[in-house]
């Protein structure tokens, strides 16, 4: 993903074994792309909202935590 036009956005989990959001950043960074942390699942997808058009698609990758969230935030309106 580092090397497409994708914009990529990352949230900070609980637990030990979640990769810091700061470290997917500089992971991305180093293959060339761009990504930046977002507070939550739910602000990332407001962000995506505000800016994407009418043929840009959202893709929400990694743990069940994080889809759960987006997941959430999305049936409950928490991404508008």
């Given at each position: 993903?580092?090397?497409?036009?994708?914009?990529?956005f990352t949230?900070?989990?609980?637990?030990?074994r979640a990769l810091p959001?700061?470290?997917f950043v500089r992971m991305v960074a180093?293959?060339?792309g761009a990504a930046e942390v977002a507070p939550s699942a739910?602000?990332?997808?407001?962000q995506f909202r505000r800016e994407a058009g009418p043929d840009d698609?959202?893709?929400?990758?990694?743990?069940?935590?994080?889809?759960?969230?987006a997941l959430a935030a999305l049936r409950h309106g928490g991404a508008d």
């Open positions: 993903l580092a090397s497409t036009s994708a914009r990529l949230i900070d989990l609980p637990g030990d959001a700061t470290a180093e293959h060339g739910a602000d990332a997808l407001r698609l959202l893709l929400v990758t990694g743990s069940h935590v994080t889809v759960a969230e």
